[in-house]
């Protein structure tokens, strides 16, 4: 994958939600803090861990109901501009678990997602190929 280099306008930041859940967290954990720091950079993206500091919002893992108002706390806690970027068949739609009583059926139904990165887990490519699709979206 060629990577180049992307000019935010401004610094942006990702943040990330960790749902406690091991497939998607552990792909966006490789991606944001793994051995593609060079990538990494070349995105512009600096890794943070409060929400008062980031601009993009990476939500992974299944999105239960009792954790939805923590996902939205975490949302409205955040600078503007803002953006969601869903990773994962369980934050896009539910995944395997849709049909449950106490699933999200998607962050989208309360989230403005701007980029959906499809996968069950999806590779850390494919959170690094979001990003840059984030950035021809807002550019």
């Known amino acids: 994958m060629t990577v180049s280099t992307l000019d935010w306008g ?3 930041r990702v943040t990330v939600l960790d749902l406690g859940l091991a497939c998607c967290g552990v792909e966006v954990m490789a991606a944001l803090e793994g051995h593609r720091p060079e990538q990494l950079a ?3 993206v600096d890794p943070v861990h409060a929400a008062g500091e980031a601009h993009v919002l990476v939500v992974s893992g299944t999105v239960t109901d009792a954790m939805l108002p923590a996902v939205i706390a975490t949302y409205q806690e955040m600078p503007e501009p803002r ?3 869903s990773v ?3 934050s896009n ?3 395997p678990y849709w049909d449950s009583y106490s699933v999200t059926k ?3 139904q309360v989230l403005p997602v701007h980029v959906a990165v499809p996968g069950c887990p999806p590779r850390p490519e494919a959170l690094l190929d979001g ?3 984030l950035h021809r979206l807002i550019s």
């Open 10 to 12: 401004t610094t942006y």
């Open 42 to 44: 070349a995105l512009g």
């Open 83 to 85: 953006y969601v970027l």
């Open 88 to 90: 994962g068949a369980c």
């Open 93 to 95: 739609t539910g995944g």
């Open 106 to 108: 998607g962050v989208d």
């Open 131 to 133: 990003l840059a699709a």
